[in-house]
């Protein structure tokens, strides 16, 4: 009897454990052709954000007053949410929802009262290059470095680099109204996670700025060789190097042939 026990105990248990969902998918499992923003947000959001954006001890919320159209089309344009995993980081990817779904999700988290800005209407082509560039210079670069090759960052990361042609002046407008990333009063960030700073920028400035960061990622290299971009300090130096180093060989050579004539 104690064996018949035993032997329904186990089947119980497998049984048990076979119906256990886990409370986490990758969205790659669940993919399909759904486009309800109420249905995709529940699915792919909600275990970390909350079935209302109120946030859990796993995602910050999503009704402050940075969220709106505007953040949650960058983070899911970039790819860098939905997250493959509860322990993933969000890094730019290629987008796994289209287009249609970012758009029905968009418009469901717009119901949790977030006060931040919507998606920007970007014109780089009204912008102004020279402006540009010096509002990059002065407010971007420390960060992205001069030439848009990103940066380490004092908080243990790095700055993403920003001469990746699929970044688009819209996800770059964006970036710059709501600052995108984990903020640094959330407890969920964790310790050096930082984020990016949001800008009070005017619509010209905006385009300014996107006609600049398009320069340098379609702009080609004007003065000569790129030399990876590395900056103009280190490319000047290379500069320095490679014309000092020729003259001091050319008069090595002229010397040398003046004391053969000798």
């Known amino acids: 009897m104690r064996k018949w026990l035993l032997l329904l105990g186990i089947l119980l248990a497998g049984c048990s454990y076979g119906t256990t969902s886990a409370p986490h998918r990758p969205p790659s499992d669940v993919m399909g052709p759904e486009t309800r923003g109420p249905v995709l947000y529940a699915r792919d959001c909600a275990w970390c954000h909350g079935s209302n954006g109120e946030g859990t001890a796993r995602g910050p919320n999503l009704n402050g007053d940075l969220d709106g159209g505007a953040y949650t089309h960058f983070m899911l344009s970039t790819g860098r949410m939905p997250l493959s995993s509860p322990t993933a980081r969000a890094q730019r990817r290629t987008a796994v929802l289209t287009p249609t779904q970012i758009d029905a999700v968009i418009e469901h988290v717009k119901t949790f009262g977030g006060t931040g800005p ?6 780089p082509t009204t912008g102004h290059l020279g402006t540009g560039s010096e509002l990059y210079l002065s407010n971007c670069a420390a960060c992205h470095s001069a030439t848009g090759t990103g940066g380490a960052l004092t908080s243990r990361r790095a700055a993403p ?6 970044i688009t002046p819209v996800q770059m407008a964006e970036a710059m109204l709501v600052g995108p990333g984990c903020r640094n009063n ?3 960030c964790g310790f050096g996670s930082g984020a990016m700073p949001n800008f009070d920028f005017s619509e010209t400035e905006v385009n300014s700025i996107t006609a600049y960061v398009s320069y340098l990622q ?4 004007h ?3 790129a030399i990876g971009r590395i900056g103009p300090v280190a490319e000047g130096a290379v500069g320095w190097i490679i014309g000092l180093g020729s003259i001091l060989l050319i008069g090595r050579w002229v010397g040398t042939r003046m004391g053969d004539n000798e």
């Open 118 to 123: 919507d998606i920007p209407k970007v014109e």
């Open 161 to 166: 680099h920003l001469t990746n042609p699929d």
């Open 186 to 188: 959330d407890s969920t």
């Open 218 to 221: 379609h702009g080609g290299d």
């Open 223 to 225: 003065g000569g060789f």
